[in-house]
């Protein structure tokens, strides 16, 4: 039989959630995607990771600040009911940074207890992900196209210079097509033509020391 898949979910594949969304969607795919990768890589861990490593937390600590700081405050004004499912996901965000700081301090130890950190970060993001999408995934679809893209300025603008940089390559990486297509529209073509080639090459850079 098959499993019922959540609607609102982009665990699966983006299809079914509004395109307006997907670069939202796509940055928690991505985050699931090296959180595999960083579970598979932990049992034989080179110390060539410490940098892929510290990109990817950077990126995550950024993206649920600017939730906490930037989106949902945007979101509460719109939307009269998100105020007490904020407060609950602000919390998830605390557990997520300490499970990133053990991994932190495992790759700091050349990998030593990274394979249990790994384990935990990878199960923490991934409940958070699916708590935070059942949320926040029905107030986008509730907002429109227009409203949802003011306040997504407002995040991407809030993105250190370092973040902005490794963003667009890291989203992509193994993204759909449409999906990749929906996205880059929303990106001025001189910054979408330097993430798919200078700053692609930086980041592919970065996964030699993840990859076996």
Known sequence: MPTHQPPHSSEHGLDALAPHYHGFALMHRAMRRDAARLRDAAPAWRGGGAEWWQRLREVIEWHHTSEDDVLWPGLRRRDADFDAQARELHDDHQEL???MAAVT???SRGGEGLVAA????????????????RVVFPV????GERAYLAEERKVVASAPRRVLLYLQPWMFD???RESVAHVS????PPVRLLGATLLRRRYENTLKGIRK
Do not use: K, N, S
């Open 185 to 188: 529209a929303t990106i001025p």
């Open 174 to 176: 193994g993204a759909g």
């Open 140 to 143: 986008f679809d509730r907002m």
């Open 118 to 133: 790994a384990r935990d970060f990878q199960e923490i993001l991934h409940d958070h992900l699916r708590d935070e999408e």
């Open 97 to 99: 940074d300490m499970a």
């Open 105 to 107: 301090t495992a790759v």
